[in-house]
Each structure stands twice: as structure tokens, then as C-alpha cells.
């Protein structure tokens, strides 16, 4: 079974930092891309960064590019974000799921760990 | 950036038909992917590649895309149907995945 378990989340106050962790299992994760998808309370669904199987290539959200980094160690399943100058408007559940190997969807989702930014 | 544009809510009685739409540019030659939202939970793929179904997603759900608007449609709805709706496309241009709003379904 597909699972996808992430960690770090909790409070942090404007200007701090904080990793993510997800860890995955029933799957090799170095056969997929994956990603980091949020949402604030009460609002809707927004992708934030992608990581290339290898970890070579990835994307960003424009409003987290220069302050968020997205990276994996397949060795140890595990894909991260670390998150640096952060804002209030960045409090939400981050989600990790995984890229399909079909096309551009999230065909698994973790349950999310909640990042609340505030002084 | 691509804009995907979701309307807030939709309503509708058990065992009716529901619609939920997806506008944006050209959608159509676009891949259109839906996902499911029940409140406090992670989302779930129903509908990939316009009107392909996961495995374990009722034929209830088909999905259709054309023009500048993707469908996700559900027959026969059920009240376990009611949740957040999201559709999500790959924009080319930018590498980015784009979500819409998402819509709120209401079974009355």
C-alpha cells in the first residue's frame, strides 16, 4: 500500500524556518516526481514545488521561489521542504504527493502536516 | 500564469445529476485532472487525463473537456458525494501545476 507520512509541521513565527519531512512507503520513491501542494484554512488547493525523480530539476511556486527549497533522498524515501523567511500568508497544511508516472496529477496524497506562521 | 476558473458551489438533490466546471484558455487541448475533498481529509484523484477513472472511483464520475471548459460530471449523486471538488491542469509554459478554486458540492 501506497503511503505517504509527513512531519515537521507546527509554529513558527514570522521571519523563522522550518523543514518538512515525508516519508514514503510501499513504493520506490525514486520512480517518481513528486510534490508539495498547501492549503490555507478554509481555502483551496495550491501547488507550491516539483522535484525530478533524481532531484536535478525542480520548480516553484512564484510566491515561495528564493525562499522555500525542495529536495529528496530516495535512499531514505524521505522528500523535504525547507522553508525559510516565513510569512503568515505561507499558514497552511502541507500536503506530499506523488506524481503519477502517466501525466502531470497527484495520484497519492499524504495527510498533511500543518504549518502555522505567527508572532 | 494559466487561470483555472471553478465556480464556488453547485447544489443538487440526491440522485440527480451534478456538474462542476472548469474554465480557462484553450482548456481543451489541455489534460485536465479532478480531485475529491471531504472536509479534514487529503484529496483523492477521481478523474485523470479529462475522463479517465482510478481504480475504485464509481463509473458515477466521468469527465469530459472541450473548448475553453473541462466537466467533471456525477450521476445519480449520493450524499456522500458532498465535498470539495478541484480540477488541475500542467501548465506548459511554466512547469507549473495549476489548481482551480475548487467548488463546493451541496447535496440538498
Known amino acids: 500500500e501506497v503511503q505517504l507520512v509527513e512531519s515537521g509541521g507546527g509554529l513558527v513565527q514570522p521571519g523563522g524556518s522550518l523543514r518538512l519531512s515525508c516519508v514514503a512507503s510501499?513504493?520506490?520513491?525514486?520512480?517518481?516526481?513528486m510534490n508539495w501542494v498547501r492549503q490555507a484554512p478554509g481555502e483551496g488547493l495550491e501547488w507550491v514545488s516539483h522535484?525530478?525523480?533524481?532531484?536535478?530539476?525542480?520548480y516553484y511556486a512564484d510566491f515561495v521561489k528564493g525562499r522555500f527549497t525542495i529536495s529528496r533522498d530516495n535512499a531514505k524515501n524521505s522528500l523535504f521542504l525547507q522553508m525559510n523567511s516565513l510569512r503568515v500568508e505561507d499558514t497552511a497544511v502541507y500536503y506530499c504527493a506523488r506524481e503519477s508516472t502517466v501525466q502531470y496529477f497527484c495520484d497519492h496524497w499524504g495527510q498533511g502536516t500543518l504549518v502555522t506562521v505567527s508572532s | 500564469s494559466y487561470v483555472l476558473t471553478q465556480p464556488p458551489s453547485v447544489s443538487v438533490a440526491p440522485g440527480k445529476t451534478a456538474r462542476i466546471t472548469c474554465g480557462g484558455n484553450?482548456?481543451?487541448?489541455?489534460?485536465v485532472h479532478w480531485y475529491q475533498q471531504m472536509p479534514g481529509q487529503a484529496p483523492v484523484l477521481v478523474i485523470y487525463?479529462?475522463?479517465d477513472r482510478p481504480s475504485g472511483i464509481p463509473e458515477r464520475f466521468t469527465g469530459s473537456n472541450s473548448g475553453d471548459t473541462a466537466t467533471l460530471t456525477i450521476s445519480r449523486v449520493e450524499a456522500g458525494d458532498e465535498a470539495d471538488y478541484y480540477c488541475q491542469v500542467w501548465d506548459s509554459s511554466t512547469y507549473h501545476r495549476v489548481f482551480g478554486g475548487g467548488t463546493k458540492l451541496t447535496v440538498l
Open positions: 484553450d482548456i481543451g487541448y489541455k489534460s
Open positions: 522535484i525530478s525523480k533524481s532531484g536535478s530539476t525542480t
Open positions: 510501499g513504493f520506490t520513491l525514486s520512480d517518481y516526481e
Open positions: 487525463s479529462n475522463s
